[in-house]
């Protein structure tokens, strides 16, 4: 067994934020993984994390909740601190529990159900690319970052006149460094106040809705049983934060990635013109944007990953946007490809943890494409976009783009985009 490496002097901080909004991790990832141990990231003179940057190992890590368990936090910002949603939120519970918990919630999520509100998303998702075609300049990131929640939103029964505001305090909850989203008083008081909000608007609704119970996702989490009873009050709350995370997490930065680095490279052309992509080359942008970008886990017992032993207690980090571009997985790994297949992607995580929502997204993002193809055509950029500063999500919160409408209305028909 060889010792654990640590990163150069001169390797960027892949804790700090400023990193993927105005930096490049990637040369970091791939030299990392190159190297036949694990490397050790100090946060501080306490705190500190192995990173898990191969696709083998990030998919052994993810897969195996028995020797890493999600229930002592999974985001980084939690590190060194315990998780006060652990056994009660799923993104924070392992199996057993965490699998009689999903129950209902994963089939009404499931494939079928969400095939039968195909044309509901469709007619949510419509409206808001529609000013695409008015000649003007149009924000597309801000555009997708709203998208999911009014998806979600209507499948959860929120009320419309929250979305707005319910989007934008999702995404401070991952992006309290961002100064565009940051209140005056910081990071730390950003972020207490959008998780207060958040919690506070959940336990009012909640509240309300078990006398009127419908057919919507809250109430499905409402009227659940498991082990024995019902969710407590803290525990659908919690569910109910995870699930517009989850959304709003995913959801906006595939298409954001597309549009902000292929515009008039040819690929939006190719796909456009060939509907028979459509598959491969959606799981293919998801591959490539990694819109989580990392997950924490810690070692509940000694475990050795590539030659490198890892203690009980230890934090590893898996960062998905290096496994889904290694190249022992991904043949070109560095290249997008809208062919590429197979496409065994870890964007929605894998194993128990697999993203509960990957349906409504992957049904989201699939109607999102196919009507920006057959509407719009001729994309152009109209100014720099810009990345949003987390370390937790990998996307865009700027794109200015133009696009004219579709000759004849259907730019899948001959219309060069």
């Given at each position: 067994?060889?010792?654990?490496?640590?990163?150069?002097?001169?390797?960027?901080?892949l804790?700090?934020?400023?990193?993927?909004?105005?930096?490049?991790?990637?040369?970091?990832?791939?030299?990392?993984?190159?190297?036949?141990?694990?490397?050790?990231?100090?946060?501080?003179?306490?705190?500190?994390f192995?990173?898990?940057?191969?696709?083998?190992?990030?998919?052994?890590?993810?897969?195996?909740?028995?020797?890493?368990?999600?229930?002592?936090?999974?985001?980084?910002?939690?590190?060194g601190?315990?998780?006060?949603?652990?056994?009660?939120?799923?993104?924070?519970?392992?199996?057993?529990?965490?699998?009689?918990?999903?129950?209902?919630?994963?089939?009404?999520?499931?494939?079928?159900?969400?095939?039968?509100?195909?044309?509901?998303?469709r007619?949510?998702?419509?409206?808001?690319?529609?000013?695409?075609?008015?000649?003007?300049?149009?924000?597309?990131?801000?555009?997708?970052l709203?998208?999911?929640?009014?998806?979600?939103?209507?499948?959860?029964?929120?009320?419309?006149?929250?979305?707005?505001?319910?989007?934008?305090?999702?995404?401070?909850?991952?992006?309290?460094?961002?100064?565009?989203?940051?209140?005056?008083?910081?990071?730390?008081?950003?972020?207490?106040?959008?998780?207060?909000?958040?919690?506070?608007?959940?336990?009012?609704?909640?509240?309300?809705?078990?006398?009127?119970?419908?057919?919507?996702?809250?109430?499905?989490?409402?009227?659940?049983?498991?082990?024995?009873?019902?969710?407590?009050?803290?525990?659908?709350?919690?569910?109910?934060?995870?699930?517009?995370?989850?959304?709003?997490?995913?959801?906006?930065?595939?298409?954001?990635?597309?549009?902000?680095?292929f515009?008039?490279?040819?690929?939006?052309q190719?796909?456009?013109?060939?509907?028979?992509?459509?598959?491969?080359?959606?799981?293919?942008?998801?591959?490539?944007?990694?819109?989580?970008?990392?997950?924490?886990?810690?070692?509940?017992?000694?475990?050795?990953?590539?030659?490198?032993?890892i203690?009980?207690?230890d934090?590893?980090?898996?960062?998905l946007?290096?496994?889904n571009?290694?190249?022992?997985?991904?043949?070109?790994?560095?290249?997008f490809?809208?062919?590429?297949?197979?496409?065994?992607?870890?964007?929605?995580?894998i194993?128990?943890?697999?993203?509960?929502?990957?349906?409504?997204?992957r049904?989201?993002?699939?109607?999102?494409?196919?009507?920006?193809?057959?509407?719009?055509?001729?994309?152009?950029?109209?100014?720099?976009?810009?990345?949003?500063?987390?370390?937790?999500?990998?996307?865009?919160?700027?794109?200015?783009?133009?696009?004219?409408?579709?000759?004849?209305?259907?730019?899948?028909?001959?219309?060069?985009?």
């Open positions: 067994m060889h010792a654990a490496a640590a990163g150069p002097a001169e390797d960027p901080d804790v700090d934020p400023a990193l993927y909004s105005d930096g490049d991790p990637h040369p970091t990832w791939r030299r990392m993984r190159a190297m036949d141990t694990l490397t050790r990231h100090r946060v501080d003179e306490e705190r500190w192995w990173n898990i940057v191969r696709f083998e190992e990030a998919d052994r890590v993810l897969r195996d909740t028995a020797t890493f368990t999600s229930e002592r936090g999974t985001m980084l910002d939690l590190l601190t315990d998780d006060p949603a652990g056994g009660k939120q799923l993104a924070a519970t392992d199996p057993p529990r965490h699998t009689e918990m999903q129950g209902r919630l994963k089939k009404a999520l499931a494939i079928k159900s969400v095939d039968r509100q195909r044309e509901m998303i007619d949510l998702v419509v409206p808001l690319i529609e000013p695409l075609g008015d000649g003007g300049t149009f924000d597309f990131a801000q555009t997708m709203a998208m999911p929640m009014s998806v979600t939103g209507t499948m959860m029964g929120l009320p419309t006149a929250d979305w707005a505001w319910l989007s934008r305090l999702t995404t401070v909850c991952i992006a309290a460094d961002d100064p565009e989203y940051q209140e005056p008083g910081g990071r730390d008081s950003t972020l207490k106040a959008a998780h207060r909000d958040l919690f506070a608007y959940f336990q009012d609704l909640v509240r309300f809705r078990r006398n009127n119970l419908g057919d919507d996702l809250l109430s499905v989490l409402i009227s659940t049983e498991f082990e024995g009873r019902h969710m407590a009050s803290e525990e659908i709350v919690a569910n109910c934060y995870s699930l517009l995370l989850g959304a709003n997490v995913t959801t906006p930065h595939p298409p954001n990635f597309v549009m902000a680095e515009v008039g490279t040819g690929v939006l190719d796909w456009a013109a060939h509907p028979e992509v459509d598959e491969t080359a959606l799981n293919e942008a998801l591959r490539w944007s990694s819109p989580v970008n990392h997950f924490l886990r810690y070692a509940t017992r000694d475990v050795e990953i590539r030659n490198t032993r203690k009980a207690g934090a590893v980090v898996v960062w946007g290096s496994a571009r290694d190249e022992a997985a991904f043949p070109r790994g560095g290249e490809d809208i062919r590429r297949k197979p496409n065994k992607h870890l964007a929605f995580g194993g128990p943890h697999y993203c509960i929502g990957h349906s409504v997204a049904v989201s993002l699939k109607t999102l494409f196919h009507e920006l193809f057959t509407r719009f055509e001729d994309f152009q950029p109209a100014g720099r976009p810009e990345r949003l500063r987390s370390n937790f999500v990998s996307g865009y919160k700027h794109i200015p783009i133009t696009a004219r409408r579709a000759r004849g209305g259907n730019g899948r028909a001959g219309g060069t985009l």
